[in-house]
């Protein structure tokens, strides 16, 4: 169905990254940011002034008990987002909740099972898919250009000082893996396009169990390997490699890309030439993706399906971890 109607958001929580949304929606011809809730209605009225959404919301249900929002954005600590998403869906609101969607394939289930009730669309916050740059990373590797593909190596890292900080809290789904890890474990299932086969992981916690650093090793079908690592205990720094037998593709910006961002790819002879990639806004292609799916029935760039499997991997790394062994999935 094509309609012209736009849709009214509403923000399920105060956190900082509710703010990345604020100039897709205000720009977006289908998408008008309209209320803000949070358990405090003096912080929900000052985000609303802040980002000019007209209605504030002293708690969460009640921002799902009005008619008038269309499409709830969640940024809730992660434990918070399954919970969330699913009572949001069940009071007819569509959702684009924060990564990860929920910490429990369980969970993962819950949601799919209550999107198919209720006829609603839920999409993962993954900005990076979205980006012209990561449709050309696929491109390129589905195309062939850097052969088979045999090794891809990805790392997000930097320091999180603020000691008050939830993600350092296990009962709200903390940790480094969870948190920025969750990238190149998606980056790399995406390229691949498969699920892996095994994982292995390890980890340093903190005293309360919540993983400051975290290394993994993904083994996919075809003789595929991905490694990555995560932390909050270093200065920060991005990583995305894919190399294959016919050439190696590094990405500069790989998780977070600007308007403007370039890939360097080498050949098997070791040349290397720049490749200049015209972006656009990072968080706007969620959004406008998801008023696709809405209002015009297109299937979300980041499915359930796509979410359920990132969170199994992630699921099985942790597991990996804790029990010192190579973990099998299904």
């Given at each position: 169905?094509?309609?012209?109607?736009?849709?009214?958001?509403?923000?399920?929580?105060?956190?900082?990254?509710?703010?990345?949304?604020?100039?897709?929606?205000?720009?977006?011809?289908?998408?008008?940011?309209?209320?803000?809730?949070?358990?405090?209605?003096?912080?929900?009225?000052?985000?609303?002034?802040?980002?000019?959404?007209?209605?504030?919301?002293?708690?969460?249900?009640?921002?799902?008990?009005?008619?008038?929002?269309?499409?709830?954005?969640?940024?809730?600590?992660?434990?918070?987002?399954?919970?969330?998403?699913?009572?949001?869906?069940?009071?007819?609101?569509?959702?684009?909740?924060?990564?990860?969607?929920?910490?429990?394939?369980?969970?993962?289930?819950?949601?799919?099972?209550?999107?198919?009730?209720?006829?609603?669309?839920?999409?993962?916050?993954?900005?990076?898919?979205?980006?012209?740059?990561?449709?050309?990373?696929?491109?390129?590797?589905?195309?062939?250009?850097?052969?088979?593909?045999?090794?891809?190596?990805?790392?997000?890292?930097?320091?999180?000082?603020?000691?008050?900080?939830?993600?350092?809290?296990?009962?709200?789904?903390?940790?480094?893996?969870?948190?920025?890890?969750?990238?190149?474990?998606?980056?790399?299932?995406?390229?691949?396009?498969?699920?892996?086969?095994?994982?292995?992981?390890?980890?340093?916690?903190?005293?309360?169990?919540?993983?400051?650093?975290?290394?993994?090793?993904?083994?996919?079908?075809?003789?595929?390997?991905?490694?990555?690592?995560?932390?909050?205990?270093?200065?920060?720094?991005?990583?995305?490699?894919?190399?294959?037998?016919?050439?190696?593709?590094?990405?500069?910006?790989?998780?977070?890309?600007?308007?403007?961002c370039v890939m360097d790819v080498t050949d098997t002879a070791g040349h290397?030439?720049?490749?200049?990639?015209?972006?656009?806004?990072?968080?706007?292609?969620?959004?406008?993706?998801?008023?696709?799916?809405?209002?015009?029935?297109?299937?979300?760039?980041?499915?359930?399906?796509?979410?359920?499997?990132?969170?199994?991997?992630?699921?099985?790394?942790?597991?990996?971890?804790?029990?010192?062994?190579?973990?099998?999935?299904?």
């Amino acid at each position: 169905m094509t309609t012209s109607r736009v849709l009214n958001w509403g923000f399920l929580g105060t956190g900082r990254i509710t703010k990345a949304l604020v100039d897709p929606l205000h720009s977006s011809p289908r998408n008008r940011l309209t209320g803000v809730a949070s358990r405090s209605i003096d912080r929900a009225r000052a985000l609303a002034a802040t980002v000019q959404a007209e209605r504030a919301y002293g708690s969460y249900g009640e921002m799902l008990d009005d008619p008038g929002i269309d499409v709830v954005y969640i940024s809730l600590p992660n434990a918070l987002h399954s919970e969330w998403t699913v009572k949001a869906v069940q009071a007819g609101k569509h959702v684009l909740c924060e990564k990860p969607l929920a910490t429990h394939v369980a969970d993962v289930n819950a949601i799919i099972a209550a999107a198919t009730v209720h006829k609603c669309v839920v999409a993962e916050a993954f900005m990076y898919r979205h980006h012209p740059q990561t449709r050309l990373v696929r491109k390129l590797v589905m195309e062939g250009t850097l052969g088979d593909i045999r090794v891809i190596r990805g790392a997000f890292r930097f320091p999180l000082t603020r000691e008050d900080d939830v993600r350092w809290l296990p009962e709200l789904g903390g940790g480094s893996l969870w948190d920025v890890g969750c990238y190149p474990v998606s980056f790399a299932r995406h390229v691949v396009g498969s699920e892996p086969q095994e994982v292995v992981g390890w980890q340093h916690t903190t005293p309360s169990g919540v993983d400051d650093t975290f290394v993994g090793l993904l083994q996919f079908p075809g003789g595929v390997f991905a490694s990555f690592d995560s932390s909050f205990r270093t200065p920060f720094s991005t990583e995305f490699e894919v190399a294959g037998t016919a050439g190696t593709l590094r990405l500069r910006t790989p998780f977070k890309p600007g308007p403007e961002c370039v890939m360097d790819v080498t050949d098997t002879a070791g040349h290397t030439r720049a490749v200049p990639i015209a972006g656009e806004e990072l968080y706007r292609g969620e959004v406008e993706d998801l008023a696709a799916a809405v209002l015009d029935g297109a299937e979300c760039r980041m499915t359930l399906d796509d979410s359920r499997a990132n969170v199994a991997a992630i699921v099985a790394l942790y597991e990996s971890a804790r029990k010192c062994r190579p973990i099998t999935l299904p």
